[in-house]
């Protein structure tokens, strides 16, 4: 059956659509963590904590537009049904993007009094932005209908997003500061920990819930046994996480990187899940992968492309945080 | 107002918006490594100093190109269904490549450009400012690629109403693809050119004259003075192409209205849809004739054979098209005036010495007159772009789909919101930066350094060299 490319292609396409999403849930996620978590720090801290994220955001928030640009080549369909039914949040996210991604610029650009407006705008922006793209995954599951109980569960959905996405900067700022500051994104990841725990567990409580479909995949033998590893991995690391969050820092600093980690291998059993749910559908419960899908002549010409370039995005990706590695302060200093 | 203008507006609004900022990070980023090499080249600090200023503009420009364009790549999908569903067998390589090839390389570079001086060798800082500036380009060409061919399809079939690709190297080499391409890399450097011209005199007016200053006029000055006379020779050019291929846009753009021969060109009117004709017109007799056809007699298309018997219009809206062309070619006259004359000036030697006037040279006037220019070239852009995408009405990819059929059926009230918002948010923005461009211009001039904050953003060769 995957000899035909009408068959292999979308799914190669929705395989490179869903990793996008994921890398960019990991990356933005932290920075947009961040910007949430400005409210708790000091005004030397903010420069610190947008000093662990300055030369990254940019590339980071590439991503999406590879995400939503993947969606648009491969799945026309399916991006005009998605979009206008999230038509408003959309647009809440994009005007977040566009004051968060110029208070970087303008916070250390502009006179000197301005600085706190756009501490303010960088915090209102990520928080905008972060809040939006939590309203959109609710509304998404829960098969993009602007219902109350589903648009209730979205604004859920939306907190959590939101707390997971702090608990992630948090470990990002563990692994790119020290002293004051990292034992204050220690406390705020213990805090954000629960969020976390918590949104995950109410999206997978609900997901069977609306779908009969997926329900039926969940709790079928022996479809279960595939999924049995997801939860039992993510209940270890966090129980591995909150451990490891009490006995940090370690002296010399040793394995700060790892809390960032475990919320990485965290993140990606989440979102393998959810996509093991929702395949074959692009738009839930309505238009599959394979019907939605671009001509493959089309599909084919984008993917020799890819083939070609995600390596070498990946790599100058590396290169990058390769060279901007080690504690954040040091850029100021050189 | 219906969904469709408001749909429409907001578009326009939001691609207005993006637009001024990849003008000037095209070829801001080529200037750029150009600084970047020279002083390499010739160890002189100068360089330096030019270097380090214009790339915090660059910083701030390259931001809001980002967070507008994101904005941009979501229009598509909430407000124009309809163009991804009929045409995405050939928009969306093209964008996908764009993505790939040009948004990663100039996002991911960008950050050593601007905070990794200090952390690899020079050459690799200026390799990366190379690569910034190659990915602004390509960006520049992938989307022109798709603007043009929307402009002027081919290499394509329609199948149950849905384009299909057929001959991709027809796709990516349509007839207006070339001269839209040229045109605008040169709007690019036209833009920045007295962008840096005038925020330079600004800065020796206000009594920061220093080298670097000094080098930065000096270069934007001469560069637009060179790079004007191309432009208006390749504008003419990509106009010669438009009347092979979307005659309906330039009677609108001459504001004819019948086809014949010995067509005066239209200096100033005012073009009247109603009762077809313009009121108030001054005009050079057979001019419109000789720049399109090169002979007095030549025929040049007017507006009413783009009526149907019907009285259905397929033309696009006269006014519109008419000033915008007026607004963009008289800037481009005004730009060839104040270079020339402020290039000679400094060319003209001292009274009784070989050497020449230079920087010190230029009147007080002058020096106004470069301040007064500073923005004009986003004045031209708009007003060209204007010309080139009101001209394709009522299509929207010429003779395959209308503006119409392609817009999403989201409810007006839900359209106007989101545009009030982006035009509150872009106004605000306007307006902060164009505050922090002449900020940072009185910083400079001051030779303080203003706040220095621990952890900011370092741009350059760091904070020591501030
Ligand atoms: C600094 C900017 C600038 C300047 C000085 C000029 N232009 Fe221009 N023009 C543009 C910036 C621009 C632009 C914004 O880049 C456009 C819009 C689309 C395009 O390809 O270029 C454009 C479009 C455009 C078009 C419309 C083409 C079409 O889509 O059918 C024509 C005919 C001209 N130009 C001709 C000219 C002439 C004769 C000029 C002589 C002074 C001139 N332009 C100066
Ligand atoms: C190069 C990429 C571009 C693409 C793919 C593109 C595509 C489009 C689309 C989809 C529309 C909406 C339909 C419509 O209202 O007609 C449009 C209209 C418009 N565009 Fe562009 N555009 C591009 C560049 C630009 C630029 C750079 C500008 C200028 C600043 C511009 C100005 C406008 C305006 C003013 C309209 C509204 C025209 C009208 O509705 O009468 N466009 N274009
Ligand atoms: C409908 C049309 C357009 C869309 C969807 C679009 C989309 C985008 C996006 C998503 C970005 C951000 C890239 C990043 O994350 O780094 C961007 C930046 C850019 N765009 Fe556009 N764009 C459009 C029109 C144009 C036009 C007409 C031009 C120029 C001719 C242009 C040139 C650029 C350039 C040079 C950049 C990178 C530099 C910068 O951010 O200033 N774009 N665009």
């Known amino acids: 059956m995957f000899a035909d490319p009408a068959v292999w292609l979308p799914f190669v396409f929705a395989a490179l659509m869903g990793l996008s999403i994921l890398i960019y849930v990991v990356l933005d996620g932290f920075d947009l963590g961040v910007g949430v978590l400005f409210p708790f720090a000091t005004d030397a801290e903010k420069d610190r904590m947008v000093a662990a994220i300055g030369p990254f955001w940019d590339a980071n928030e590439t991503w999406l537009v590879l995400a939503v640009g993947l ?264 | 107002m219906d969904t469709l203008i408001l749909s ?50 660059f910083a701030l420009s390259f931001a809001m190109g980002v967070v507008s364009g994101i904005t941009m790549s979501f229009q598509f999908g909430t407000n124009w269904p309809g163009f991804m569903e009929t045409v995405g067998n050939i928009a969306g390589p093209l964008l996908a490549y764009e993505v790939l090839t040009a948004f990663f390389l100039e996002a991911v570079f960008l950050g050593i450009m601007l905070f990794g001086a200090g952390r690899v060798p020079n050459w690799a800082h200026t390799g990366a400012t190379f690569l910034v500036a190659f990915g602004t380009t390509m960006s520049a060409f992938w989307i022109i690629v798709l603007n043009s061919w929307m402009h002027t399809p081919q290499g394509f079939e329609m199948r149950d109403g849905v384009a299909h690709a057929t001959d991709w190297w027809a796709i990516v080499f349509n007839p207006s693809m070339p001269y839209r391409l040229t045109h605008m890399i040169l709007a690019s450097f036209l833009t920045v050119s007295f962008l840096i011209a005038g925020i330079s005199a600004y800065r020796w007016i206000i009594g920061g004259q220093t080298r670097g200053v000094r080098v930065a006029l000096k270069s934007a000055v001469f560069g637009a003075a060179l790079l004007i006379p191309v432009q208006i020779f390749v504008g003419d050019m990509h106009g010669l192409n438009t009347l092979e291929h979307q005659p309906q846009k330039v009677a609108a753009m001459e504001a004819n209205w019948e086809t014949a021969g010995n067509v005066p060109l239209v200096l100033f009117a005012i073009p009247d849809e109603e009762t077809r004709s313009n009121r108030v017109e001054i005009a050079i007799p057979n001019g419109a004739s000789l720049i399109l056809r090169h002979k007095a ?72 007159g470069l301040v007064a220019m500073s923005f004009s070239g986003w004045v031209a852009t708009l007003a060209g772009w204007y010309v080139t995408e009101i001209g394709r009405q009522p299509w929207l990819v010429d003779g395959v789909l209308t503006t119409r059929m392609a817009v999403a059926d989201v409810p007006a009230p839900m359209v106007l919101s989101t545009l009030i918002g982006y035009l509150a948010v872009y106004g605000l923005l306007i307006v902060a930066y164009l505050g922090a461009i002449f900020y940072l211009a009185r910083k400079a001039s001051k030779g303080g350094t203003g706040p220095v904050v621990p952890g900011a953003r370092l741009e350059g060769m760091g904070v020591a060299a501030e």
Do not use: C
Request: proline content about 6%.
């Open chain 2, 297 to 368: 007699d030549g025929v040049v298309p007017g507006l009413n054979d783009f009526v149907t018997p019907e009285g259905d219009v397929l033309h696009p809206p006269v006014a519109p098209v008419f000033y915008g062309f007026r607004v963009m070619v008289g800037i481009g006259m005004l730009m060839l005036l104040v270079s020339w004359t402020v290039a000679f000036t400094m060319l003209r030697r001292k009274p009784g010495s070989k050497e020449r006037r230079g920087v010190e040279g230029l009147p007080r006037w002058m020096l106004y």
């Open chain 2, 8 to 57: 429409r507006i907001q578009f326009g609004a939001n691609i207005s918006f993006h637009i001024l900022f990849p003008t000037i990070t095209i070829a801001l980023g080529w200037v750029l490594f150009y600084f970047k090499v020279a002083f390499t080249w010739t160890k002189d600090d100068r360089w330096m100093e030019a270097y380090r200023f214009w790339v915090k503009v």
């Open chain 1, 71 to 334: 969606l648009l080549v491969a799945f026309p369909q399916a991006h005009g049904d998605i979009l206008t039914a999230l038509y408003l949040p959309v647009a809440v996210m994009l005007i977040g993007l566009i004051l968060r991604g110029v208070a970087f610029e303008f916070r250390a650009k502009a006179a000197a009094r301005w600085k706190k407006t756009w501490n303010h705008a960088f915090f209102a922006g990520s928080l905008m932005t972060s809040l939006s793209q939590g309203f959109m995954l609710g509304l998404y599951i829960m098969g993009l209908e602007w219902t109350l109980p589903h648009v209730a569960f979205a604004l859920m959905t939306a907190v959590f997003l939101t707390v997971g996405y702090s608990f992630i900067g948090a470990t990002w700022i563990i692994h790119k500061t020290d002293g004051v500051l990292q034992l204050a994104a220690l406390q705020w990841a213990k805090g954000g920990i629960w969020g976390l725990v918590l949104g995950i567990g109410a999206i997978s409580l609900a997901t069977p819930l609306v779908s009969p479909r997926i329900f039926e995949k969940w709790f079928s033998w022996p479809e279960a046994l595939w999924l049995a590893p997801l939860p039992l991995a993510s209940g270890l690391i966090v129980l591995w996480l909150w451990s490891l969050l009490r006995k940090m820092p370690f002296a010399g600093d040793r394995r700060s990187w790892l809390p960032f980690a475990l919320a990485t291998a965290l993140w990606t059993l989440a979102f393998g899940g959810m996509a093991y749910s929702f395949y074959p559908y692009v738009v839930p419960n309505k238009l599959t992968i394979y019907e939605a899908a671009s001509s493959p002549e089309s599909l084919m010409i984008i993917l020799y492309g890819t083939l070609i370039v995600l390596p070498t995005i990946l790599a100058y990706t590396v290169l990058a945080y390769t060279v901007f590695r080690g504690k954040a302060t040091e850029l100021s200093y050189e």
